[in-house]
Every structure is written in C-alpha cells, then in structure tokens.
C-alpha cells in the first residue's frame, strides 16, 4: 500500500547516554490547507529511549487519500503539524536536559525521506 509516513525523532538521544528515557504522547496532524475541519490528526505515545528514538506512522495516510482529500497545498506540498507533551513525571532517568545535551526542544532534523 501507498501511504505517507510521519515520525517524531529524538534529536540526539543516543548521545544523551546510556538510562536516558523520555515518556511523551504526542499529534501528528495532516492539515487540509484550505478546510481545517478537514484535517486528519493522529495519536500515539512513546517512550524515548537511546534504543528507541523514533516513534510514528509507517501508513499514517494512503497517498491516493493525500491527493484526492485536497491535502496538497498550491505549491505541491503538504503540511504536517507536531504537537508533542513529554511526561516529565516518567523515565526522566539519566538527565538528558539542556545542561547533559546541549540541546532544548525539537530539533529539525532536515529529513524529508521520513515522509515516503
């Protein structure tokens, strides 16, 4: 099946060291450029970890769905939207904050291949 593939990547995770674990949930939400009613979010929840630092949708929407729906803006793009809540109450083992990574919040990855 054809389908668009969507996922969220812990930027730099393997670097944060051996116990460093993230619990979070998080949206991801194909957005009807010009119907916001039309747009198709997605749910899941992961818990991060430097063996594990992606987490999504292999089939998150049919291409034939992406096309006919109207998802594809006047440019020939489409726009996916993020909303992530990491838990901080669990797996926050191992630090893994700005201080231990040097890194704070989402991290643009520059992959566009995630989205097959």
Not at 38 to 65: E, I, N, Y
Request: glycine share 14%; charged share 15%.
């Amino acid at each position: 099946m054809d389908a668009l593939s969507a996922y969220v990547n812990a930027a730099d995770a393997g670097e944060a060291g051996d116990g460093w674990r993230r619990a979070a949930s998080f949206t991801l939400t194909l957005v009807h450029p010009t119907d916001p009613s039309r747009s198709l979010p997605k749910d899941a929840a992961h818990a991060f970890q430097a063996s594990a630092v992606d987490w999504g949708f292999t089939q998150f929407v049919p291409l034939a769905a992406v096309r006919a729906g109207g998802f594809v803006d006047a440019a020939g793009g489409i726009t996916i939207h993020a909303r992530l809540r990491v838990d901080p109450a669990a797996g926050a083992g191992g630090g893994g904050g700005r201080k231990e990574t040097g890194c704070v919040g989402l991290k643009n990855q520059g992959a566009p291949c995630y989205l097959n």
